[in-house]
């Protein structure tokens, strides 16, 4: 019954973007993005009204108790805010209309329930620095348009369970509290009864766990760090529960916990100690843990392509060995969405982008598909996220869920770190990571992209408001073309470079990487700056130069057109220098052809004078040198000669090219 309920809702979903005539890539990318339903509702976010603002979620302490049978919760939650305003008589709160409200108790005179906001007039005026608590008792049945904010579901043998996933603005569909990111809570409590044999998890440590009189257990964890309302999570079942421990020295260590699924328990035993590996590296790349007074944990839930990085304990949707970068994913938002969130979720790439870069980071620390550990690995990783969709990073309307989870702000947003990782060198983005998230103006709090920029600019010592401005505003990315040639007079290894942007947008200002083959073998890597449409380098080097790569890393999300390799025929000289020559003559020939040429030098009556074959290849590149010889060794006269490439038994006829040289003696 239930697949059959999916495979109707899949049809429809279906319908629905061919009617939004946008494709299902731009509009979801992997984990949350994997969230489907939630794209049939469109809601906004909570009611920016003058007594949200001027109040400060200090606390929430919230009881749940889910009626299995009926679907519905019986829920009572405390909450105490300081006032932020001169005066204040009344305050806003953001609830759902599925959840009816029974009283409101505390600082309360009186409540009025409508649309999804509670307002609560206050039992007197308050003033600026005092705090105040309020205690509302409310019971409904989950709303369907939040379905997986919280959700009534099943484990695979059809045992009940339930589970919340309130990001972006779920937190309203099961417990009243003012639902933006913007406004963390400095603890929380949390109680969860639900009927016996049933194992109840949520974020921070377990206090206790206390029997009821109708055979209930009522579970208590305490999150003691500060979190957002949309970390908050609430998971229970019949769950197989185990532990491990995760060492930061031989005297130090922290709680690793797990539920999963009984079908799944030897899996997950086989699979979570990895664990120990994406702690160590994140750890090394970002600093300590944020949360190593509590635990880290993962538990099973109902969302089986998705995953959520609940504080402290993230849902994931399978238990496999193949998901080893989801959970790295969810890893790393502990650092990056949940120790320092995004203040608002037109800056979700500050929780997104970093976390998806996280797993380009564990790709260079482990290997990625079947590349050992390193940079190679990296950058294959980094290729695997390439973003060239339309398009901004800092989003313009996040009132719908899928927006705030399109594809960009994953893979633009890792790409922009993957850049400025780049722009300022590996020993200052690290010290960037590292002191972003433990400033002490934001820490466990949250934060805007400008929050972001101050670190940068300040480890780094540039300004980078050029680069953050054209990354995160513009739609599109650079398009380079660019040729070369060796300058014709002076120094034959001088090199001179033409790089132009090509693109509809204005020039894109950037550090390009310029990787130079040399004739002797080796190669070398210069940085140019570039930033207009176009711009001619000169660059010396110490032997000639063969071929040229612009950005051959791919360190900038660009489209690179090599001009001489698109206009080029399938053969064509590249350098004949000098020209006239007098001892040595250096040739090389661009071969798009499977064998190398060879080269039939004439004098001007079309006598064959010499033959010469190729010294060296690279990259379809081939180089020759004529001594001024003929063939049987003697010296050419001084004169005109003309050189031209040939392929030998080739059954087919080219028109290859004819060069003039000339001989002094």
């Known amino acids: 019954m239930k697949r059959i309920w999916l495979f109707v809702w899949v049809l429809f979903f279906s319908a629905l973007l061919k009617a939004q005539d946008k494709?299902?890539?731009?509009?979801?990318?992997?984990?949350?993005?994997?969230?489907?339903?939630?794209v049939l509702y469109r809601t906004t976010s909570p009611r920016q009204n003058l007594s949200q603002s001027e109040t400060d979620?200090?606390?929430?302490?919230?009881?749940?108790?889910?009626?299995?049978?009926?679907?519905?919760?019986?829920?009572?939650?405390?909450?105490?805010?300081?006032?932020?305003?001169?005066?204040?008589?009344?305050i806003w709160l953001d609830l759902h209309h599925s959840m009816q409200v029974q009283s409101v108790a505390g600082a309360a005179a009186s409540f009025q329930q409508s649309d999804d906001f509670l307002q609560i007039p206050l039992n007197k005026t308050y003033f600026y620095n005092?705090?105040?608590?309020?205690v509302i008792t409310y019971e409904g049945q989950p709303s369907a348009e939040g379905f997986g904010y919280f959700s009534f579901d099943t484990f695979p043998d059809d045992s009940p369970m339930i589970w919340t996933l309130s990001e972006p603005y779920g937190a309203k569909y099961w417990?009243?509290?003012?639902?933006?990111?913007?406004?963390?809570?400095?603890?929380?409590?949390?109680?969860?009864t639900v009927p016996g044999g049933q194992l109840a998890a949520s974020n921070g440590i377990l206090v206790s766990v206390t029997p009821q009189g109708d055979g209930s257990n009522t579970f208590h964890w305490k999150e003691s760090y500060p979190i957002a309302t949309y970390l908050v999570a609430a998971t229970a079942g019949p769950f197989v529960h185990f532990q491990d421990f995760y060492h930061f020295s031989a005297q130090d260590s922290m709680l690793l916990d797990y539920y999963v699924y009984p079908e799944y328990e030897s899996t997950g035993r086989a699979v979570f100690p990895q664990m120990h590996d994406y702690l160590d590296a994140l750890i090394h790349y970002f600093g300590p843990y944020p949360f190593s007074k509590e635990k880290y944990g993962m538990i099973q839930f109902g969302w089986v392509n998705g995953a959520m990085e609940h504080q402290t304990l993230t849902s994931i949707g399978k238990v496999k060995a193949g998901w080893s970068f989801v959970y790295v994913h969810e890893l790393g938002h502990q650092w990056f969405g949940d120790?320092?969130?995004?203040?608002?979720?037109?800056?979700?790439?500050?929780?997104e982008g970093f976390a998806s870069y996280s797993e380009a980071l564990y790709a260079e620390w482990a290997g990625y598909n079947g590349i050992p550990a390193g940079k190679e690995a990296y950058h294959a990783y980094m290729h695997k996220q390439r973003y060239t969709d339309d398009g901004t990073v800092q989003l313009a309307d996040t009132s719908t869920v899928a927006e705030v989870f399109a594809r960009i702000v994953y893979y633009k947003g890792s790409w922009i770190l993957h850049m400025l990782r780049h722009v300022v060198g590996d020993a200052v983005f690290f010290e960037i990571l590292k002191s972003y998230w433990q400033d002490a103006r934001w820490q466990y709090g949250s934060v805007r992209t400008e929050d972001f920029i101050k670190v940068c600019e300040a480890k780094s010592g540039k300004n980078l408001h050029p680069f953050f401005e054209?990354?995160?505003?513009?739609?599109?990315?650079?398009?380079?073309e660019f040729d070369w040639g060796v300058l014709p007079e002076g120094n034959p290894n001088s090199l001179e470079l033409t790089i132009r942007q090509t693109q509809q947008d204005q020039p894109y200002?950037?550090?390009?990487?310029?990787?130079i083959t040399l004739a002797s073998g080796k190669d070398t890597t210069v940085t140019v700056e570039n930033e207009r449409d176009e711009q001619t380098y000169r660059i010396k080097l110490n032997a000639l130069p063969v071929t040229v790569d612009l950005d051959p890393e791919e360190w900038i999300l660009r489209d690179v057109v090599n001009q001489e390799s698109m206009n080029s025929d399938l053969i064509s000289f590249k350098i004949v220098f000098p020209n006239p020559f007098q001892e040595s003559l250096t040739i090389l020939?661009?071969?798009?052809?499977?064998?190398p040429p060879t080269i039939h030098i004439y004098d001007r009556l079309g006598r064959s004078i010499k033959r010469l074959t190729s010294l060296r290849e690279l990259n379809h590149t081939y180089l020759y040198e004529w001594n001024g010889r003929n063939e049987s060794g003697n010296k050419a006269a001084s004169g005109v000669y003309f050189i031209r490439p040939e392929m030998a038994g080739s059954l087919i006829h080219y028109a290859l090219p004819v060069q003039k040289i000339v001989l002094l003696r």
């Open 339 to 351: 120790a320092v969130t995004c203040a608002t979720w037109r800056d979700i790439w500050l929780n």
């Open 589 to 595: 020939i661009k071969s798009l052809m499977a064998n």
């Open 470 to 480: 054209q990354w995160l505003t513009r739609r599109f990315y650079p398009k380079y």
């Open 175 to 192: 417990w009243p509290c003012k639902d933006t990111p913007g406004d963390k809570a400095d603890s929380v409590d949390i109680f969860i």
């Open 57 to 90: 979620a200090q606390y929430y302490e919230i009881h749940i108790t889910p009626d299995y049978d009926l679907k519905r919760i019986r829920g009572r939650v405390r909450a105490r805010f300081r006032i932020r305003s001169d005066s204040l008589s009344f």
């Open 23 to 38: 494709p299902v890539s731009s509009l979801f990318s992997t984990h949350k993005l994997q969230l489907l339903q939630q």
């Open 509 to 515: 200002v950037m550090p390009v990487d310029i990787r």
């Open 130 to 134: 005092d705090t105040l608590s309020v």
